[in-house]
T-cell receptor, first 112, second 114 residues
Framework: DAKTTQPPSMDCAEGRAANLPCNHSTISGNEYVYWYRQIHSQGPQYIIH???NNETNEMASLIITEDRKSSTLILPHATLRDTAVYYCIVRTRSGGYNKLIFGAGTRLAVHP | DAMVIQNPRYQVTQFGKPVTLSCSQT?????MYWYQQKSSQAPKLLFH???????NEADTPDNFQSRRPNTSFCFLDIRSPGLGDAAMYLCATSRGGTGDNEQFFGPGTRLTVL
């Protein structure tokens, strides 16, 4: 089962920051938080990941709370092309292998 | 550009007729994964290969098999497709090891079962 909970949907105005929350209260000390998004009828696209520290790349920022029980993905200036389902995933290690167990995700709608 | 390629993008098969979906990668990654994604649901891992080592998820039906003849290619075989197997099938790759290895996904193959 997925180890994350996310709101099912969110709206954001174009040009504004989109802040997508994620709860992962049962995360273990060595488990990473990954974010992917899936635009309609395409394969999931990697966005960003982190372990303890906040991270930033050209797509987004990831803020992880100090207790690591929750995180927020920030798209600083959302565009219409950011409309997608966003998945927050705790990457688990099982039988010596890394696995991504997808939850239901958040459907983000960016509107003009 | 290095990438994950899936062919065909759309596949139609008949109930009970075996079908094979193809995935290739130019990333030279150790690990290749197959996911099933039904309409309005999240992707669900079916199995993966770590090099030549096959790893099946506990709840993957026996109807689904996979082959990896070399590093670059991986196939998903559905021996007797049922109507419930209609879905998007996603292939992904990653480097092996314990590091923070992201998965790269292909565009998917949408399977229709008539």
């Amino acid at each position: 089962d997925a180890k994350t909970t996310q709101p099912p949907s969110m709206d954001c105005a174009e040009g504004r920051a989109a802040n997508l929350p994620c709860n992962h209260s049962t995360i273990s000390g060595n488990e990473y938080v990954y974010w992917y998004r899936q635009i309609h009828s395409q394969g999931p696209q990697y966005i960003i990941h982190g372990l303890k520290n906040n991270e930033t790349n050209e797509m987004a920022s990831l803020i992880i709370t100090e207790d690591r029980k929750s995180s927020t993905l920030i798209l600083p200036h959302a565009t219409l092309r950011d409309t997608a389902v966003y998945y927050c995933i705790v990457r688990t290690r099982s039988g010596g292998y890394n696995k991504l167990i997808f939850g239901a995700g958040t459907r983000l709608a960016v509107h003009p | 550009d290095a990438m994950v390629i899936q062919n065909p993008r759309y596949q139609v098969t008949q109930f009970g007729k075996p079908v094979t979906l193809s995935c290739s990668q130019t990333l030279n990654h150790n690990v290749m994964y197959w996911y099933q994604q039904k309409s309005s649901q999240a992707p669900k891992l079916l199995f993966h290969y770590y090099d030549k080592d096959f790893n099946n998820e506990a709840d993957t039906p026996d109807n689904f098999q996979s082959r990896r003849p070399n590093t670059s290619f991986c196939f998903l075989d559905i021996r007797s497709p049922g109507l419930g197997d209609a879905a998007m099938y996603l292939c992904a790759t990653s480097r092996g090891g314990t590091g923070d290895n992201e998965q790269f996904f292909g565009p998917g193959t949408r399977l229709t079962v008539l």
